[in-house]
């Protein structure tokens, strides 16, 4: 069963094929080729009425972007926004019908290296508003 989690890594995904499917729920694998996507569903609140729920949703995703540059990190953010912004949502993707993407704000992210890394890695880190019908 499609949920709104599965539907946005679907658009991400066939929107940045440069990206070869290296986008990950929560959390990358330690040893996951860069770049690379992780992308997470932060809270989700229904529309009310005086009836009870709405029909619509609000979804925020953050998408943080990883790469071994930040000229990298920074191109590859501008393609997964691109994606997500542009998406054709006209029809429903997995039973799911999307009204808007929204681009809420983008922040770079501290070089880190983690465990074993050999070069710090470069992040941009980008939220998303979705409303959906559910």
Known sequence: MANIASTFFKIVDDGVASLASRIY???APQAATRP???YEL???QPH???SGHAGLTD???AV????DTYSG??????LVRTALVDADISAAIDGITIHRISHDNSSDQKAWSGD???FPLYGVEQDYTVVYES
């Open 25 to 27: 729920p929560v959390s």
């Open 36 to 38: 690379f996507v992780v």
């Open 42 to 44: 932060d809270n989700e």
């Open 48 to 50: 009310d009425d005086l």
């Open 59 to 61: 979804a925020s995703f």
């Open 64 to 67: 943080s972007v990883w790469d």
């Open 73 to 78: 990190a920074k191109a590859k953010a501008v």
């Open 116 to 118: 074993g890394a050999e």
